[in-house]
């Protein structure tokens, strides 16, 4: 382990010193209703009020000390020359799956001719409507180009990048650099691919544990850090366990200091996309949960003994085997809603369990989950809260917002 990478995540609630998120931009007014699923969205935010809710979110963070970075900065400096530049828009195109040939050639003709680096990626995140382009003449035409359609992109926009716990997750001083769920999301982990390669303080810096060429996909609300020894890996809608397999054996093989993963096995639906959505980390002893993915959910110990995992389902109570892997006498597991039904539908919709630890006991939290918040309340603990009624229309908490890059050792 080393304190000197620009990398350094061991723990889900030690003190949080650096953090990256993304201010949503255009790309929010890219959604329109007949293709919310498509882009995967329940509805569609009004962007200056979240706006604002983001950054009184950012706001906050820095009220405690917190060092805030910006996705769309860090992305625009990785390109610091114009051939890692030009390289960038032609590598943007080639997965942005356009139709044809010569809005293609229209479209890079546009984005070379962006001169500000920041503009050129928030241009890239919000997509590129028909409607921005000039019209091709007939005899210019190839046959896609002549194949009409009423979708009004030729570029999808990507209005999930405010969530920037998925593309890419912090793991000790590495980064898995996902593989995302759908072609939606994939092309968001271009910018991670960026910054860790040519960011003058990132790039070249940062061993990577998973790559987003693999073929099986994984996403950050999936990869916790409970400690320095103990991750937790979440088997859900969005992450296959071969993902989960790639992943722990390149964790061990970078020897990073981890010694075992905890793999959580849940319903795979919407609801509970990830395992950061029914499942974080408060305090050095408590935990949130959404009580509906307790009945069913199975947890797997696995270890890396002789150049292979080792994999053993573990049985039990939950609480005790978090204690027992944490090293502490006793676990809470804090409900979210309580144990009332409805309450806790409807607040783990709202991300009442997607809470950002930035301290031991020091929890951001959207305060529109008042049930739950009164419980972390009664337990000790000092919430931050923030406003988000546009913002978790995408389906996201305060831990989906948020990427850190450092924490205080605990």
């Known amino acids: 382990m080393t304190t000197q990478a620009p990398i ?9 010193k650096k953090v990256m998120l993304h201010r949503p931009g255009k790309e929010i007014e890219n959604l ?12 569609i935010p009004f962007l200056e009020d979240a706006q604002k809710e983001h950054d009184a979110f950012a706001q906050a963070l820095r009220d405690e000390g917190v060092e805030v970075l910006y996705l769309e900065d860090l992305a625009a400096e990785s390109l610091h020359t114009p051939e890692i530049r030009e390289q960038f828009i032609d590598e943007y195109l080639e997965e942005a799956n356009i139709r044809g040939r010569q ?3 229209a479209i890079r003709e546009l984005l070379m001719s962006i001169k500000d680096n920041k503009d050129l990626v928030e241009k890239t995140m919000a997509g590129v409507q028909k409607a921005e382009l000039p019209e091709i003449p007939e005899d210019a035409k190839g046959l ?3 194949v009409e359609s009423d979708y009004p992109f030729a570029i999808d926009p990507m209005p999930n990048l405010y969530f920037t716990r ?19 999301r994939n092309r968001e982990t271009i910018y991670g691919k960026y910054i860790f390669t040519y960011h003058p303080e990132y790039g070249g810096k940062v061993p990577l544990v998973y790559n987003r060429t693999e073929n099986t996909r994984i996403e950050g609300g999936d990869e916790l850090v409970l400690s320095k020894d103990v991750l937790a890996v979440g088997i859900s809608q969005r992450t296959d366990a ?11 093989r970078e020897n990073l200091g981890f010694k075992k993963i905890l793999a959580f096995e849940f319903a795979n639906n919407r609801k509970f996309m990830h395992l950061d959505t029914v499942f974080t980390m408060v305090d050095y002893d408590k935990f949130t949960i959404h009580p509906e993915i307790e009945d069913d959910l199975k947890v797997y110990s696995v270890t890396y003994v002789d150049d292979d995992l080792k994999i053993k389902e573990e049985h039990g109570d939950l ?4 204690a027992e892997n944490l090293g502490v006498e006793k676990v809470e597991l804090i409900r979210c809603g309580g144990e009332n039904r409805v309450a806790a539908g409807r607040e783990q919709w709202n991300d009442g369990s997607n ?3 930035i301290a031991p006991g020091v929890v951001v939290v959207y305060n529109r989950n008042t049930i739950t918040n009164a419980i972390l309340e009664s337990k000790g603990l000092r919430l931050i809260k923030i406003h988000g009624s546009e913002l978790v229309r995408g389906r996201g908490g305060p831990r989906c917002m948020s990427m850190p890059f450092e924490r205080e050792d605990i």
């Open 8 to 16: 350094h995540v061991y723990s889900e609630i030690g003190r949080l």
């Open 32 to 43: 329109v209703p007949d293709y919310l699923e498509r882009l995967l969205f329940d509805d």
């Open 103 to 105: 809005t293609k050639a």
């Open 144 to 146: 896609t180009d002549l």
């Open 166 to 184: 998925d593309p890419f997750a912090t793991i000790g001083y590495g980064v898995s650099l996902n593989h995302m769920f759908s072609e939606t």
């Open 242 to 252: 071969a993902s989960i397999e790639k992943l722990l054996t390149n964790i061990f």
């Open 319 to 322: 609480a005790e085997l978090l």
């Open 355 to 357: 809470t950002l630890t």
